[in-house]
């Protein structure tokens, strides 16, 4: 199975300020259709996931643009301009490139 | 809109059986697949495994392999996983979220239901 690697795992931020969170994956997420099957997620407490990024840097529908995703191959980042409240939660990033999909440890973003 | 709404949680002592339905609304049910995803306690997402609505394959993960069976009745757009066996370690929230319909690179997984609450006790 693909192995995905966040980091931090924590991530206590600073209201107003930038938050960056980082993903590895053991092996290339590129399909043969040129696409990179990248998705980001937000959990905030007590709810269900949400998708926030698909295929590395498309914002979902409703997605604030303060959140942007980028990357290729194996590394890719999540990043926040400017966190706000109720951005506190928990992200992961997970594959959709090979069977079983995969998920990432998730990062624990946190209001300092 | 597009929805997924789960059952109720659930408490079943070790070695029993839970079965978990996900009724789907706002979409052609059968153009698509479901994912299972579940989370103990604390803890981060697994993904457990796949059905398409389509045609009814499957894919399981060896975590669980043999222990899981995922269907569907696309009479009523509802999609159902029965866990056997059951230890302390199934404890999770069990989620259910929309995918593609067949076994290939897919950026899916875009609804996800409110998840359901199973606790493995005696």
């Known amino acids: 199975d693909v192995v995905m690697t966040q980091s931090p795992l924590s991530l206590p931020v600073t209201l107003g300020q930038p938050a960056s969170i980082s993903c590895r994956s053991s092996?290339?997420?590129?399909?043969?259709?040129?696409?990179?099957?990248l998705n980001w997620f937000q959990q905030r407490p007590g709810q269900s996931p949400r998708r926030l990024i698909y295929k590395v840097s498309n914002r979902d529908s409703g997605v604030p643009d303060r959140f942007s995703g980028s990357g290729s191959g194996t590394e890719f980042t999540l990043k926040i301009s400017r966190v706000e409240a109720e951005d506190v939660g928990v992200y992961y990033c997970m594959q959709g490139r090979h069977w079983p999909q995969t998920f990432g440890q998730g990062t624990k973003v946190e209001i300092k | 809109q597009v929805q997924l709404v789960q059952s109720g949680g659930e408490v079943k002592n070790p070695g029993a059986s839970v079965k978990v339905s996900c009724k789907a609304s706002?979409?052609?049910?059968?153009?698509?697949?479901i994912t299972w995803v579940r989370q103990a306690p604390g803890q981060g997402l697994e993904w457990m495994g796949w059905i398409s609505a389509y045609n009814g394959n499957t894919n399981y993960a060896q975590k669980v392999q043999g222990r899981v069976t995922m269907t569907t009745d696309t009479s009523t757009s509802t999609a159902y996983m029965e866990l056997r066996s059951l230890r302390s370690d199934d404890t999770a929230v069990y989620y259910c979220?929309?995918?593609?319909?067949?076994?290939?690179?897919?950026?899916?997984?875009?609804?996800w239901g409110q998840g359901t609450l199973v606790t493995v006790s005696s």
């Open positions: 979220a929309r995918a593609v319909s067949r076994v290939v690179p897919a950026a899916d997984l875009d609804y």
């Open positions: 706002g979409y052609t049910f059968s153009t698509y697949g």
């Open positions: 092996q290339s997420l590129v399909y043969s259709d040129g696409i990179t099957y």
